[in-house]
T-cell receptor, first 112, second 115 residues
């Protein structure tokens, strides 16, 4: 089976840096994704890691360690609009489909 | 905007009824995946369609069924609705042609309420 853990809630200050961690267990790992989801809206793709290391994309960076089953999403220069849920998802080939298994999400609140 | 569209946006049904939700994939994408997202939870994989065939299924009962059409649009059908089926239903499209970088892009979702 699959298991994905991430903190339920986090709070950070505007302009600061925040790191959202994700640990996972899966048998058919084929990549890790981060999505942002504002309340009542659909998830929006942020980043993707399939190899170990850091992927940087503007204010957002994502890191992966496959041997540790660990990833984090780093958000720099936080803005109020970054208040949202951040979903960690693992692509797993076990079902035969290239589908995603999601964690429950981390609700980030950015305060002034 | 991802180019993935879903209809309807909201729907209210009563227990025991049947519902059909629709999804149009992003241009160039031939794979559609459906997810159920309960309040406060992450999306859960229902099934995926590729070239009009079911290409994998999550842990959902057979009363959840689907179709994909030649233009790659898709339907999700749920029979004998239960109260626990109340959720946001998300459709995501992707293209296997992207190889290992295949990314799923989500539509705005259909919010279903079962009374």
């Amino acid at each position: 089976g699959q298991n994905i853990d991430q903190p339920t809630e986090m709070t950070a200050t505007e302009g600061a840096i925040v790191q959202i961690n994700c640990t996972y267990q899966t048998s058919g790992f084929n990549g890790l994704f981060w999505y942002q989801q504002h309340a009542g809206e659909a998830p929006t793709f942020l980043s993707y890691n399939v190899l170990d290391g850091l992927e940087e994309k503007g204010r957002f960076s994502s890191f992966l360690s496959r041997s540790k089953g660990y990833s984090y999403l780093l958000l720099k220069e936080l803005q109020m609009k970054d208040s949202a849920s951040y979903l960690c998802a693992v692509r797993d080939l076990q079902t035969g489909a290239n589908n995603l298994f999601f964690g429950t999400g981390t609700r980030l609140t950015v305060i002034p | 905007e991802t180019g993935v569209t879903q209809s309807p946006t909201h729907l209210i049904k009563t227990r025991g009824q049947q519902v059909t939700l629709r999804c149009s994939s992003q241009s160039g994408h031939n794979t559609v995946s459906w997810y159920q997202q309960a309040l406060g939870q992450g999306p859960q994989f229902i099934f995926q369609y590729y070239r009009e065939e079911e290409n994998g299924r999550g842990n959902f009962p057979p009363r959840f069924s689907g179709l994909q059409f030649p233009n790659y649009s898709s339907e999700l059908n749920v029979n004998a609705l239960e109260l626990d089926d109340s959720a946001l239903y998300l459709c995501a499209s992707s293209s296997p042609g992207q190889g290992v970088r295949e990314t799923q892009y989500f539509g705005p979702g259909t919010r279903l309420l079962v009374l």
